[in-house]
């Protein structure tokens, strides 16, 4: 058979989360300053804004499984004790997930 030449697309993982997390990434990538800083560094380094986004809704998926492993609710400006490898605090060192 032939080799392929246009672009590729996600087909992997659950249809129906990537489904879901489209719409609130693509609102988390212009509102919440974390996630749009995420998704604004992406672009600047190249990346097309679908992949750039696709970043964002993973980053959302392990927020989300995060919360519900932790048995907490969603705190924009969570106490000190409960920051997040995936949002450090302003000084914190690095990322644990990238």
């Known amino acids: 058979s032939g080799h392929w ?4 697309f996600i087909q992997g993982g659950r249809h129906r989360v ?15 300053p974390d996630l749009k800083r ?10 097309p804004p679908k992949v750039a986004l696709t970043a964002v809704m993973r980053k959302l998926l392990v927020l989300a499984n995060t919360l519900v492993q932790q048995d907490r ?26």
């Open 5 to 8: 030449k246009g672009r590729s």
């Open 73 to 98: 609710t969603w705190r924009e400006h969570p106490p000190r004790e409960y920051t997040s490898p995936i949002f450090p605090t302003p000084g914190q060192a690095g990322s644990a997930h990238g």
């Open 18 to 32: 990537r489904r879901l997390l489209f719409m609130p990434a693509l609102v988390a990538a212009q509102h919440n």
């Open 38 to 47: 995420k998704y604004e560094a992406l672009v600047a380094k190249g990346k």
